[in-house]
């Protein structure tokens, strides 16, 4: 024990005091000392030692020592412990304990784990699940054509999923909107819903944990305002820059915005993804969020 907790102090971020990404760890050429990118990206003098003119190198071997670091699953109930590499990965498809939101408003926000999810619908929506399981099978391009049974409605009244509209329960985008936690929301500079409320989920590290109010991240309601006003598929998200942004069926355990926002990346030819390959800032900073703030969404 003694010496795992030592391996986990020699591989901490020494501005933000955790154990530093996986996916971006990073050691000065001064004093070597190990940081996280996000934390450091924007420091001018090195944060331990002060020199002013080093260079931030990537910590290859350190990255793979805290992939191989075993943690516990965060979710209740779950006992299984993963190596840090595959946490994600147990969480987006193997975790029987993720808790999964009930669509149907009528549910008002209900959630129970996703193995006792199956049960709810069965009990509660067990109508709904008979007249429209054959869509489960159509082709993803048919989707946005598809018709949906009411089961509340006789079997031949069919209503177009095209023409549910999402203004009829939100405001105009740019207006100030009520988000779903009942606060006022505005657009910021980044395009982003903002109600300058306190940020739910995990304590965040880059910015003041409020949401906004006029840039960074933001809270799980006000992300749900960004996804649904501009109409996102399902599994998108928007990063602190304001970008879309989406996991590739390549690697489906990493955000990319797609954009030319990594010039000096040696690593990569100047974009986040979009397939593959490495991410930007802000949607590495998705990532960190995507199950504890953003996971109902």
Known sequence: MASDDNLNLSLTCAICLDVASEENAIETSCCHNLFCLACIENV?????????????????FARRLIGNLTVSCPNDGCTI????????????LYCAFNQITCPDPECKNFKCTKKNFLKHLETNHEQFLLDNYAKLWQKQDDIKRMTIIKSDEEPNVRVDASATNIDSTFDDRIEKTRNKSNRYARLGSTGKFYCGGPLDGLRCMCCNNRCGPSNG????ACMLLDV?????PHGWLVNRDGASAR?????PTKFYCGRMVMPQDSRTDGYCGPTNGEQCTACQRLNEQRYHRYGQI
């Open 44 to 60: 001018e003098s090195c944060p331990t030692c002060r020199t002013e003119d080093y260079q931030k190198i990537p910590a290859y």
């Open 81 to 92: 412990q993963v190596t840090r590499s595959n946490l994600a990965n147990h969480l987006a």
């Open 217 to 220: 991240c933001n809270c799980s």
């Open 228 to 232: 649904q006003k501009r109409k996102l």
């Open 247 to 251: 996991c590739s069926t390549s690697v």
